[in-house]
């Protein structure tokens, strides 16, 4: 690599985007979109095995945010531990709200409206639920919100707790897919999902790597 490109990276924020742990309503996999639910115990252990990963690759000069749901709030506790950081809340980085269908399964949904259902599943962007945000008022909320903290911050590294809808709107932004596109990527619940960050541009370095959970949760385990 030459000065330049060296200098120019150099001069790049790593962003880190952090899925919150497994809920119960994850684990049977009920719509939870904005609605206050809790971590169950494989999120908690979950929450403690991704704050170990990153108290190993996150050193000093580093800030920590995280959404205002308290399934996030839970999440970066033992990160605040692990690191040292103190964390603000914000509450343009909460999960897309699904209205009416909070609450229900999927399957409940496609019972109850189908048409609304099958929008949601051909990735129509315009098609919200009663009393929700569609799916570009949600990408363009996470996009907006993300690009702000991570040209306010000041420090090299920025930790973002999360939401799985939140992570995938910031991919396929990066990536320059449309706002509703299908997912060929996971995220994971304490997953790390990783960019660069230029000052105008994000480059995706990972998408919902859980790699490090098994040997993580053994040390949680002794």
């Not at 105008?200 to 040390?219: K, M, V």
Request: proline content about 2%; overall charge negative; some cysteine.
């Amino acid at each position: 690599m030459c000065d330049l490109e060296s200098d120019a990276m150099s001069n790049h924020k790593r962003i880190l985007l952090i899925r919150h742990g497994e809920t119960e309503w994850n684990r049977v996999e009920r719509i939870q979109g904005m609605e206050d639910i809790p971590l169950n115990a494989l999120g908690l252990a979950q929450a403690e095995a991704v704050a170990i990963e990153l108290g190993k690759i996150v050193q000093g000069d580093a800030a920590l945010v995280s959404s205002d749901l308290v399934r996030t709030r839970e999440t970066a506790k033992p990160i605040v531990a692990a690191t040292g950081l103190e964390p603000r809340f914000d509450a343009r980085l909460r999960e897309r709200h699904f209205g009416v269908w909070q609450g229900k399964t999927y399957g409940e949904w496609r019972e109850l409206d189908a048409e609304g259902a099958a929008r949601h599943a051909a990735g129509d962007e315009h098609y919200g639920p009663e009393g929700g945000e569609t799916a570009r008022e949600f990408f363009e909320r996470c996009v907006n919100a993300v690009t702000d903290l991570a040209i306010a911050c000041d420090e090299k590294t920025l930790i973002i707790v999360t939401h799985g809808g939140v992570v995938s709107s910031m991919y396929r932004h990066s990536q320059g897919l449309s706002v509703q596109s299908a997912r060929s990527w996971s995220v994971p619940n304490a997953s790390i999902s990783e960019w660069r960050f230029d000052g105008e541009s994000f480059y995706c370095e990972r998408i919902g790597d859980d790699s490090f959970i098994s040997e993580a949760l053994d040390e949680v385990d002794r």
